[in-house]
């Protein structure tokens, strides 16, 4: 999907003196893992909040991580092939919007 492209921190990318706007699925499944819920006003259930989950690594933790990462995923239209959060630190991720 293309839309508007942010920089390392988080601002609007400009290029050539206008917005940049590329293919965003990497940005937008970041975006999705590092929110809240209620970081989006407008879905309020959007949000994976990972930071709360890295916290935890047992078992239990790693397979509810999994699953909210599914479904927020696919609430946000993705289409998902495959999630794979055995590696906390490599996160595996296979879809498509």
Known sequence: MEDFKLDESKDL???NG???IENTDQQ???LLLLSHKGSFKEHPILGVGITDY???PEIISRLRLEN???NQLEYDNFIIKDVDVNN???IHIDGDY
Request: hydrophobic fraction near 45%; glycine fraction near 0%; aromatic fraction near 12%.
């Open 68 to 70: 909210e990462i599914s």
């Open 88 to 90: 906390l630190e490599n």
């Open 28 to 30: 937008n499944i970041e």
């Open 54 to 56: 890295l916290k935890s």
């Open 18 to 20: 206008d917005f940049l």
């Open 13 to 15: 990318a400009f290029k």
